[in-house]
């Protein structure tokens, strides 16, 4: 009995959406009143047969059948939603629009099934005829993204754009970023940093260029031209000089130029000052300068700004000077606090609020690029 209910689900959605639609007919909706009495005497097949036959003898329930297989579909029995789209697809009466429309929802069949390549098939002829454009460039970045065919995406994403005047620097640059770092890994440097190029000529306040292109130089130990790659992102996005104050740190230290170090925190830090920031800095004083110097920085910030963070280095810093204070305490007090810290977010996209610990350019839950940002506490 309950496998008879949740068969009917779908069906009852659709009858119910058919009757409040005012443009079906008084016959249609007398069908309908005798499918549900078809599902009170459990005889679900039969309200089955007898809905197949209303849509297929009324020309106005061609959205009935797209909303069908649908509902299908997004209840994963992809097989079901693909015959229905395909029956539609045959119809010889269906407009170019309404052809079209089917063919979108057979294209999102196959992707659900992980057919990517007949998905891809579909979409590239939609988008030839010139029909549901926005929709179908979309499924297809969405295809060339989860099979990482980056070419293909940047083609995709260009081509949308002249065809619709939609805004894809910021997909474009990160398609870019993502061919630089394959063709990193590769050991191909010339062809990674001549995309990195390419991804800020797209978008020219593209963060990632710039930490990818940093980090590039200063792995070959070309620490001047990583220093000037990371100083861009102050005029990109401030929120990330968190993320570049430690490489940054270091270029200088490998330069031995710790005045350049102290005049770029005081010049440029200070103005979007963050935990982050303070800790990589309070650690140079700490080395140079010894633990009073790095203790009183990190307490006038934590006057300023209290922070986990910021504490749990006050007390490292106490018991690496040992002055006085019995060190069990502070041992314990540490490890209450990193026991909070250990899974405290430290980004959250500002799109959907999802939050996690490790940086990541595109959301891994609504799939957006460019929205995610550095928690600052």
């Given amino acids: 009995m309950w496998e008879f209910l949740f068969l009917l689900l779908p069906i009852a959605a659709i009858s119910g959406w058919l009757i409040g639609r005012r443009a079906f007919t008084a016959h249609t909706i007398r069908k309908i009143a005798d499918i549900h009495k078809l599902f009170d005497t459990s005889s679900p097949q039969k309200a089955v047969d007898v809905l197949v036959k209303l849509m297929d003898s009324n020309q106005e ?12 579909r997004r209840r994963g029995e992809v097989d079901k939603a693909v015959s229905i789209h395909q029956n539609l697809i045959d119809k010889p009466t269906l407009t170019e629009e309404q052809r079209a429309l089917s063919l979108l929802e057979l294209s999102r069949d196959y992707m659900r099934a992980g057919v990517l390549d007949r998905a891809e098939s579909v979409l590239l002829d939609l988008i030839d005829q010139g029909y549901e454009l926005d929709a179908g460039f979309q499924h297809l970045l969405e295809i060339y993204q989860q099979s990482k065919d980056w070419l293909r995406a940047i083609q995709t994403a260009k081509k949308w754009e002249s065809k619709t005047n939609r805004n894809m620097s910021f997909h474009i640059a990160h398609f870019y970023c993502e061919l630089a770092e394959q063709q990193w890994i590769k050991g191909e440097r010339e062809e990674a940093s001549q995309h990195l190029k390419q991804a800020l000529n797209s978008n020219p306040r593209c963060v990632r260029a710039s930490i990818l292109h940093g980090n590039m130089e200063s792995q070959f130990a070309h620490y001047k031209a990583a220093i000037k790659a990371y100083k861009q992102i102050q005029n990109q996005d401030e929120v990330f000089l968190s993320e570049i104050i430690l490489p940054l740190a270091r270029c200088y230290e490998n330069l031995n130029n710790p005045e350049g170090m102290i005049q770029y925190f005081e010049e440029s830090l200070q103005k979007h000052l963050t935990t982050s920031a303070v ?23 934590l006057r300023k700004n209290p922070s986990l963070r910021g504490l749990n280095r006050l007390i490292q810093f ?41 940086l990541q350019w595109q959301c891994p839950s609504c799939k957006r690029w460019d929205v995610i940002k550095p928690i600052h506490e």
Avoid at 61 to 72: K, N, Q, R, S, V
Avoid at 328 to 353: H, T, W
């Fill in 61 to 72: 329930a061609i959205e009935t059948h797209l909303a069908l297989g649908g509902l299908f």
């Fill in 279 to 301: 800790l990589v800095f309070a650690d140079w004083l700490h080395k140079n300068k010894g633990e009073g110097e790095a203790m009183r920085f990190v307490v006038s910030h």
């Fill in 318 to 358: 106490s018991i690496d000077r040992n002055d006085g204070v019995p060190q069990s305490d502070l041992v314990l007090f540490q490890e209450l606090i990193e026991k909070m810290l250990v899974n405290k977010p430290l980004y959250r996209c500002e799109a959907c609020g999802f939050s996690w610990r490790t």
